[in-house]
């Protein structure tokens, strides 16, 4: 049972592949950057016709794009080129030009293409080329150190209640710079969808802690970060990432040029595959794929290569347990100890608001986790979570007994006779959001 969930997006490669993809896919992602309202339409009713897969919704932010171009534009160290709504590479967004200053850098796909800026007008600017590429149509455009008021624009905010509208069960909130960003959209929100703020502009990383406090969970965006901090630091700052985000018990997303040599080969380079360790080492909850399934020549190879690597890590490794920060906590530090001490094979847990297996989750223990509960938005959200296997409750558990009777026979489907299980979570008599409880059981025929 892999632990590490895989999320992919999908796009003009893998709209069609949406069945084959789903025997590996936990969540998949429409970004919202691209299309208009009938093809998200679209790709929402094709999820829910070949899946049971959850759905994450990736708004915008305020991203500054290249336009559409017919074909691509190969560009060269030393060349000249022209920044304008009417000629060269085509940008229309305003901030642009308000943003960039001569003698300032123009960096197109993710910092792949380097461009020194030598003039700038009301809408045109002028640069030489430092590094080549090649541009095509909606490529991201960063200029380093530009200053923007909030991550959230009014097209977010549309954007955002179409996707409430699809019912989304994710939210991925793009160039987050403050609490303040994530705090609106959740206000708006209202527990719909959880809100992941994605960790790509310096602010974020300044006010790390707190957006990860007010935040439902957090993505390690690293095209856009590592261009904003530089290369070098982007490493240190992804463990930073990953160690606070499984601190507070929220799940965390690693992302970007996870396989991207796999949009056009079928198989990865060694550096990927050993990037994708390293990360399930330190315990990430989910790794996303973007261009590889949206627009790569090998969506299914990609997902089932994701799949293998995690699968063959995850025997060998044991990822780092954060300290409790609670009582509540200890009580899930607990039940974790009693599953490995009696080497049990499943730690049931219930929980009406999907704290408690939160808790057991954050811990990343040995034996897989059966999530229960009776929330069956909580339960689709639940999927992003380390080693969660969650299940809808059929009927109402008001008692400790009705839930062990209910995790005995859930757990019939997984285990053997006489083999210990473990169950814990909240007391359904008490007060939501704790965890109270722990029974060890052996399984009876």
Do not use: H
């Given at each position: 049972m892999r632990k590490t969930k895989i999320i992919a997006t999908l796009g003009?490669?893998?709209?069609?592949k949406v069945k084959e993809l789903s025997q590996y896919v936990d969540i998949f992602r429409i970004n919202f950057a691209h299309g208009a309202t009938e093809s998200h339409k679209?790709?929402?009713?094709?999820?829910?016709e070949y899946s049971d897969a959850s759905i994450l919704v990736d708004l915008p932010g305020p991203k500054i794009r290249v336009g559409d171009i017919k074909g691509k534009i190969v560009l060269k160290p030393g060349d000249k080129v022209v920044f304008s709504p009417y000629e060269g590479i085509p940008v229309e967004d305003p901030l642009f030009y308000s943003g960039v200053k001569e003698n300032s850098y123009v960096l197109i796909a993710d910092g792949s293409i380097k461009i020194n800026v030598t003039k700038v007008e009301k809408d045109r600017v002028e640069g030489v080329v430092i590094e080549g590429g090649t541009v095509t149509s909606r490529k991201?455009?960063?200029?380093?150190?530009?200053?923007?008021?909030?991550?959230?624009?009014?097209?977010?905010?549309?954007?955002?209640?179409?996707?409430?509208?699809?019912e989304a069960d994710f939210i991925g909130l793009s160039f987050v710079l403050s609490k303040d960003d994530v705090l609106k959209v959740k206000s708006i929100s209202k527990d719909r969808a959880w809100i992941i703020a994605k960790i790509e502009k310096k602010n974020a990383v300044e006010n790390l802690k707190d957006i990860i406090k007010v935040a439902d969970g957090v993505m390690v965006a690293r095209g856009d970060l590592g261009v904003e901090i530089g290369l070098e630091n982007l490493p240190f700052t992804q463990k930073k990432i990953i160690r606070l985000s499984k601190l507070y018990g929220k799940p965390v997303i690693l992302a970007t040029q996870v396989l991207e040599s796999m949009v056009n080969n079928p198989i990865p380079t060694r550096a990927e595959v050993i990037d994708i360790s390293n990360s399930v080492s330190e315990g990430v909850d989910a790794i996303m794929l973007s261009d590889e399934?949206?627009?790569?020549?090998?969506p299914v190879e990609a997902v089932k290569t994701l799949h293998d690597i995690i699968l063959a890590v995850e025997k060998r490794v044991k990822t780092v347990r954060p300290p409790p920060l609670t009582g509540d906590d200890a009580i899930a530090v607990a039940s974790v100890n009693v599953a490995e001490i009696s080497k049990a094979r499943l730690l049931v847990v219930h929980s009406r608001s999907g704290t408690s297996i939160i808790r057991i989750s954050r811990l990343r223990p040995k034996v897989p986790i059966i999530g229960l509960s009776p929330n069956k938005e909580l339960i689709r959200k639940l999927k992003?979570?380390?080693?969660?296997?969650?299940?809808?409750?059929?009927?109402?558990?008001?008692?400790?007994?009705?839930?062990?009777?209910?995790?005995?026979?859930?757990?019939?489907?997984?285990v053997k006779c006489n083999d210990n299980i473990v169950i814990t979570g909240g007391d359904p008599t008490l007060e939501e959001g704790r965890?109270?409880?722990?029974?060890?059981h052996q399984i009876v025929c």
């Open positions: 003009p490669s893998s709209i069609d679209e790709y929402f009713e094709k999820i829910k991201g455009i960063n200029i380093p150190d530009i200053k923007i008021p909030s991550g959230v624009t009014d097209n977010d905010l549309q954007l955002l209640k179409e996707a409430l509208d699809l399934t949206a627009a790569g020549n090998y992003i979570c380390w080693g969660v296997y969650p299940f809808l409750t059929e009927k109402s558990l008001i008692t400790l007994n009705d839930i062990i009777v209910y995790a005995e026979e859930i757990s019939k489907k997984f965890t109270d409880f722990i029974k060890l």
